[in-house]
């Protein structure tokens, strides 16, 4: 697909991040169906929740522009799923298994801070301050989940030691 221009850009960005709110909604229902603990699983069905929020506030970004989405490049997020399932799986442990999904976890908001963080600028840069606004909004979201996974990993790590400790 040829872009034209930076407003083809931005909407083919906008595209991808709506195709990736979509995806990690259904990701993170389908993560706390398989977590064993009862934090993770709060916090992953608290994470679909924003992930869902996080969709009607693209939305609204589309219709402020009067665009419709573009065809979206879904490999990677596919990928990702993908391999996460397959190594999910090989994990018995299930002290392993928190951690892995919580690691996995940080990558896949990382991930997506990322593409945030270059849509805030695209809407500034094609003029379009209100999705802008919307879009920091949302990145927001995206930093509070990160550094709550961040503090989610760290005190499994306290735990674990307290119980070396204690033995």
């Given at each position: 697909?040829?872009?034209?221009d ?5 909407v ?6 709506t ?19 009862p ?57 392993a ?7 996995k976890?940080?990558h ?6 990322g ?53």
């Open positions: 697909m040829a872009i034209k930076r407003k083809e850009l931005f083919w960005m906008l595209s991808n991040v195709q990736g709110a979509e995806k990690s909604a259904k990701f993170y229902q389908e993560v706390s169906q398989v977590a064993d603990d934090h993770i699983k709060e916090a992953l069905t608290a994470r679909a929740f924003i992930a869902d929020k996080t969709l009607g506030t693209l939305k609204e970004c589309f219709k402020l522009i009067g665009a419709q989405p573009m065809k979206p490049n879904e490999k990677i997020q596919d990928v990702f799923i993908e391999d996460f399932r397959r190594e999910l799986s090989e994990i018995q442990s299930p002290e298994k928190r951690l892995f999904i919580l690691a976890i940080s896949f908001v990382h991930a997506r801070i593409e945030y963080v270059a849509l805030v600028a695209a809407a500034d840069m094609t003029g379009n301050y209100g999705v802008g606004v919307l879009l920091e909004s949302a990145l927001a979201d995206k930093l509070a989940l990160a550094e709550r996974t961040r503090r989610l990993i760290k005190n499994l790590v306290i735990e674990k030691v307290a119980e070396r400790r204690a033995a």
